[in-house]
């Protein structure tokens, strides 16, 4: 055994020694991530800086998991949301958004305590939007509403009033643009429920059983409606056999009790990255969108594009990555995707944060212009 002697210098760790750590469903770190911070020998400050808010971000998001009491129940009723324009030349690179055009970036802001924290999107017939937030509640509002919104908590029966509001994780969401109702899947509660359109009232819940295999904190990070009537669920932290993502398809509505049990599938993300939403272009087009954290970089996220092969169990959605989000860019807790269309018919793709209600973070709102041939019959 080697002696290092009292007047030998200490040496921190390389980069290289520092091995890969999963913290919880909502952050993935590696550590240095095999790089260092950005070279600023002018600024040591900014960059210790930057590695204790990120470190202070981690133990907050960490805390708050589970308690209540940070933000009060939401009642139903108008509330006012800021939508305050940023400059476009904050997007930072072009050629990082690859066949993406931005169109538009807003910080969304609202005195209500529970606005915020949105893990899921729409945007309905009139061209506002619908947006969850991690307890359960329901937002909607316009970028040419003069700041009007309106908030509701999701409903549910009298005998689930009491269940903590942490359990209404409510991470992803979908539509049937027929009938107008939606889908949407519960992290914490492992549960999909169908709503009437508006969501006038529950219409029904299932827990499905392979569902229930999967990781609490990182289950039900997305769910898409084909055209079809088919469902995709694609879980965060659940993985196969073979380290793919599990997938689970339905041929139906899963809320139905007629609907077989669903088969697996395989998702395999950018390398480092976790899946936290998708949607359905039309034909074998689909997006997905991915994150990660680290203390090199912060916030980061992945928008790839999935060509799905013939949809049957042991299929595996391989992601190409077309549009990334990295500082300098817009970066920050990117969660939820959205698609509409523009006067021409054109398709648009929205993109939104969560701020998990943290000052050190922003409701962001983006809008990019999508390929024309991506349009598809979504």
Not at 23 to 36: D, P, T
Not at 200 to 208: F, L, S, T
Not at 307 to 333: C, H, K, S, T, Y
Not at 342 to 359: I, K, T, Y
Request: proline share 9%; with cysteine.
């Amino acid at each position: 055994m080697t002696r290092r002697s009292h007047g030998a210098r200490r040496t921190r760790p390389t980069p290289e020694a520092c091995r890969r750590c999963f913290v919880s469903s909502e952050v993935e770190i590696f550590a240095f991530h095999n790089a260092a911070l950005p070279s600023r020998p002018d600024r040591p400050y900014a960059r210790t800086m930057q590695r204790i808010a990120l470190i202070l971000l981690l133990f907050v998001l960490l805390m708050n998991g589970q308690h209540d009491g940070a933000v009060p129940p939401a009642m139903a009723g108008r509330i006012a949301v800021a939508a305050r324009a940023l400059p476009l030349e904050e997007a930072g690179d072009p050629a990082r958004l690859g066949p993406l055009r931005l169109l538009g970036a807003w910080h969304l802001t609202s005195p209500h305590p529970a606005f915020g924290g949105f893990s899921s999107l729409l945007v309905d017939e009139a061209g506002g939007f619908i947006a969850l937030n991690d307890t359960g509640e329901a937002f909607t509002f316009g970028l040419a509403r003069a700041g009007q919104g309106e908030v509701m908590p999701l409903p549910r029966p009298a005998a689930e009033q009491d269940v903590p509001r942490w359990k209404w994780d409510s991470e992803s969401m979908t539509r049937d643009p027929a009938s107008g109702r939606i889908w949407v899947g519960f992290e914490h509660l492992q549960m999909i429920c169908r709503y009437a359109p508006g969501f006038a009232r529950r219409e029904g819940c299932v827990r499905p059983a392979a569902v229930q295999r999967w990781p609490l904190t990182g289950s039900l990070e997305s769910l898409v409606r084909l055209g079809d009537g088919r469902f995709l669920a694609i879980s965060e932290m659940g993985r196969g056999a073979d380290g793919a993502h599990d997938v689970l398809l339905w041929r139906g509505d899963p809320v139905d009790p007629a609907t077989p049990p669903p088969v697996h599938l395989g998702y395999r993300p950018p390398p480092g990255y976790r899946p936290t939403d998708a949607v359905w272009l039309g034909g074998d087009r689909l997006l997905v969108l991915n994150r990660r954290l680290t203390l090199a970089e912060g916030f980061t996220a992945r928008l790839a594009l999935v060509r799905m092969p013939p949809l049957e169990a042991g299929a595996q959605l391989q992601a190409q990555v077309i549009a990334r989000f990295a500082p300098p860019g817009f970066a920050d807790n990117f969660e939820a995707l959205a698609l509409s269309r523009d006067e021409g018919g054109r398709p648009v793709l929205w993109v939104a944060s969560d701020d998990n209600h943290l000052f050190l973070q922003r409701s962001l709102l983006l809008r990019f212009a999508l390929p024309v041939e991506w349009g598809g019959d979504f």
